[in-house]
């Protein structure tokens, strides 16, 4: 079964009345700060709202961490800009002060100088010669007191960040390269990739079934004698003064926390101290099977992404609870796949007899920290050693209101009102659009790869290159044709049938137009998910022609898709689902490859030229992240006893904040 990028959520209907919540707080280069909701946090019993604000506050603790991590000068680069950011007396209405101020907040971004995605450098804007002006109007004692002499440190950090060649990219790749020696993190010191290797070859033991992450908790360094060491991230070791924050904010969570996650959390706890990496596993085996919390939680040296031979695990915090309304509603479905698949719209033969729906959880974000923040994913999938998913398995999750707050975040960007040809279309997007995605893909994953059976004789492998596109044809028109039966209403899984017509809306233009923007002109659709949405879309657009059920207009040199008749359009989606089944059922190689080939491969060059340039224009960015909410606990007599939350708008004041109340390590590691 294919990997989808699946986008659960919880319980939209309910929230379609916080219109005017604000979820862009910054916007500067390829790069937008956006704030989530964590709608359910109130509901929490005070034992797991309080879980929430000391694991979140574990998760803070480790900032410093990931920014020495991620580059040998990049605590005392941030020092510096937030000290003249702080302190200079100066013009800061001056065009150079907004390019450095953007440049501070680029290296919040990233957690370094280093861009978060590409891993290359940023060059500021702003010239030498106006940092040094930046640096004399700013009064030393704005400047950290562990620089010592302010002018040497200035002196060390100036090429690091103007020399384009010095420590040019985070992570080299680059095939032929010594690539620990040209990469620019701070996992090694002193050493060669040769080395690396070599130190590795000699150490890790092929034969053991259960081996330990070598190296994920260490900075490898070559010491004057020309020794090779590891030093050791945990207590009494290296980033000692911000583990032991950690430690301590643990040890709290720890005394509200009950049976299995305790013992979880004292698992934890005792790796941060022993720095055992035998400790961590038989954590993780113990986290993986807390299934029952509703509180859970990532805090750790974790994914070695910006190790360019993966070994060194980037420090990251998470914090979250489980979305019971989503994940009822995946569960709501898995309980009905025999149902679906009975009244599945395919010849009775290819039906299956007994199916099994497969469920997966739904969870809220209540604090990102680390190398989750501010940017951050959607779903995870951990742990990551080998041994451990082999013998216990994985927990993979969804971040219900990250997703959600990127589809609300997209609802402003002028996309809808471009490409959308009537209000009404427009209105029921935004009503309903993310509802209809969430089911859409819940239907996808649970149910659709699921359904249907081959007939006898046939292996599944006969569709050979063709095949992922159309099994991901398959899945979806599995989706679109549920998603307007009168029976998800019954379900209470949507409140409308408007529900449905939003996602035909939306899927028929993204099908036929607007997916196209992601393909550079000239080329042709290749991906999978993309040739399938194109195959559907125009399958159905060129069968309902005559009928008239999905038109392109044309208006003011614009090309438009309005849908006519949505209960034709369902019925296409079901005819095609039927065919496309017996395609896969009956390994029919010929009909596949002629439904592909024909319907999902070729653009217009016009209408692509044209879905490019309305796209170019509305200037969406790149990449995306966000600011944390604050929790604040309640006192009462010395005790806690309520937690609240709160959400700011103010991305430079909660990255100021946190590097003075959350930053524990010094400037030099
Ligand atoms: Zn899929």
């Known amino acids: 079964m294919a990997v989808c990028i699946a986008g659960f959520g919880s319980c939209r209907e309910d929230r379609e009345v916080k219109d005017e919540f604000q979820w862009v707080v910054d916007r500067f280069d ?13 509901s929490l019993s005070l034992n797991d709202k309080l879980l929430v604000y000391y694991l979140g506050q574990a998760a803070l603790c480790g900032r410093d961490i990931l920014f020495d991590q991620n580059g040998k000068y990049n605590l005392r680069i941030r020092r510096t800009l937030e000290s003249i950011y702080q302190g200079y007396t100066g013009d800061r209405e001056d065009e150079r002060f907004k390019q450095f101020e953007k440049y501070l907040k680029k290296v919040w971004f990233a957690n370094g100088i280093h861009h978060h995605y590409s891993t290359d450098k940023f060059r500021p804007e702003f010239q030498e010669a106006y940092f040094d002006l930046l640096v004399r109007e700013t009064p030393r004692e704005f400047f950290p007191t562990d620089f010592g002499d302010v002018d040497q440190v200035i002196r060390t950090i100036k090429p690091i960040m103007f020399d384009p060649d010095t420590m040019a990219k985070r992570v080299n790749l680059a095939a032929g390269e010594d690539l620990i020696v040209t990469s620019a993190n701070n996992y090694y010191e002193g050493v060669t990739q040769k080395e690396v290797e070599e130190y590795y070859a000699a150490r890790i033991d092929t034969t053991d079934p259960k081996p330990v992450s070598y190296g994920l908790n260490s900075k490898m360094v070559k010491d004057a004698s020309g020794r090779i060491t590891e030093r050791v991230w945990r207590v009494g070791g290296m980033y000692s003064a911000a583990i032991e924050k950690i430690v301590e904010w643990l040890e709290k969570a720890s005394e509200v926390a009950e049976g299995q996650q305790k013992k979880t959390i004292d698992e934890l706890i005792a790796y941060y101290k022993s ?53 009822h509603r995946t569960e709501t479905i898995s309980n009905m796949a025999q149902w679906f698949e009975d009244h599945s719209p395919i010849d009775p033969q290819f039906r299956k007899k007994e199916v099994k729906g497969v469920s997966a959880k739904v969870i809220t ?50 996309f809808a009102e471009e490409f959308m040809y009537e209000e009404e279309t427009i209105d029921r997007y935004k009503r309903y659009g993310s509802l209809a995605d969430n089911l859409h893909t819940d239907l996808h994953e649970c149910l659709g790869h699921g359904s249907g059976c081959l007939a006898e004789g046939v292996r599944g492998d006969e569709l050979k290159n063709y095949s992922s596109t159309l099994e991901e044809a398959r899945a979806d028109l599995f989706a679109l044709y549920y998603l307007a039966d009168p029976k998800m209403v019954e379900l209470g899984l949507i409140p409308t049938l408007d529900v ?37 879309a125009e399958w159905c657009y060129e069968k309902g022609r005559e009928q008239n059920v999905v038109e392109k207009v044309r208006r003011n040199g614009k090309t438009y898709v309005v849908v006519h008749d949505y209960d034709k359009l369902r019925g296409l989606f079901g005819e095609l689902l039927r065919e496309i089944q017996r395609i896969k059922s009956t390994g029919d190689f ?80």
């Open 500 to 536: 449905a017509k939003a996602a035909y809306a939306q899927y028929m233009l993204n099908g036929l137009m607007t997916q196209l923007a992601r393909i550079e002109l000239g080329k042709n659709v290749e991906e999978a998910h993309m040739r399938n949405r194109k195959l559907i």
């Open 30 to 42: 390829d790069i937008r700060v956006l704030k989530y909701q964590v709608p359910e946090f109130d």
């Open 365 to 414: 974000a209540a604090m990102l920290g680390g190398d989750c923040y501010p940017a951050t994913p959607i779903g995870i999938n951990l742990p990551n050693s080998d041994w451990i998913r082999r013998d216990h398995g994985s927990k993979s999750v969804t971040i219900g209101n990250i997703t959600y707050a990127y589809e609300e975040a997209a609802k402003g960007s002028g």
């Open 275 to 327: 720095g055992r990496l035998r400790d961590f596993d038989r954590y993780n085996v113990l986290w993986l099977e807390d299934t029952a919390s509703r509180v859970d939680f990532v805090n750790g040296f974790i994914e070695s992404y910006g190790d360019a031979l993966g070994y060194r695990g980037a420090w990251e915090g998470l914090v979250n609870f489980r979305d019971e309304a989503a994940t």
């Open 590 to 669: 010929e009909a596949g490859r002629d439904l592909v080939e024909t319907y999902a491969v070729r653009i217009d060059p016009e209408l692509h030229k044209e879905v490019r340039e309305r796209y170019a224009k509305l200037d969406l960015p790149l990449f995306s992240g966000f600011v944390n909410p604050i929790y604040r606990p309640v006192m009462e007599n010395g005790q806690i006893v309520d937690v609240t939350v709160e959400y700011t708008d103010d991305y430079v004041g909660q990255m100021l904040e946190y590097s003075k109340e959350y930053s524990y390590l010094p400037s030099v590691n």
